[in-house]
């Protein structure tokens, strides 16, 4: 599967984004989909992910409350709406998307990316 991010861009803290993530090729609504965030010098952490039903969803600590994550697999789109944005929520973020549902908060468990969409958030 071929994934294409976009909805990233510049808010102040407090504010709200909603990322898409939309997916290209076969049977796109069977596969467990994610998103990841990399700041500047940190490593790739986990953000959400969501399975092919949307009966798991899983969050990081850091953004539970604050960020939910959908899927419409009509549309073959993932969302991240990101509300009460924090300065410490600037990152590069990943969409990523994997046949399993497993080890979800490692990168190294994900097959397929989609190149990253810049969120930056002020104070």
């Known amino acids: 599967v071929q994934l294409q991010a976009s909805g990233g861009g510049s808010v102040q803290a407090g504010g709200s984004l909603r990322l898409s993530c939309a997916g290209s090729?076969?049977?796109?609504?069977?596969?467990?989909m994610g998103w990841f965030r990399q700041a500047p010098g940190k490593e790739r952490e986990f953000v959400a992910s969501i399975e092919w039903t949307s009966i798991n969803i899983d969050y990081a600590d850091s953004v539970k409350g604050r960020f939910t994550t959908s899927r419409d697999n009509a549309k073959n789109t993932l969302y991240l709406q990101m509300n009460s944005l924090k300065p410490e929520d600037t990152a590069v973020y990943y969409c990523?998307?994997?046949?399993?549902?497993?080890?979800?908060?490692?990168?190294?468990?994900?097959?397929?990316w989609g190149q990253g969409t810049q969120v930056t958030v002020s104070s």
């Open positions: 990523a998307a994997d046949t399993q549902y497993a080890n979800t908060h490692s990168p190294s468990s994900w097959g397929s």
């Open positions: 090729g076969r049977s796109f609504s069977r596969y467990t």
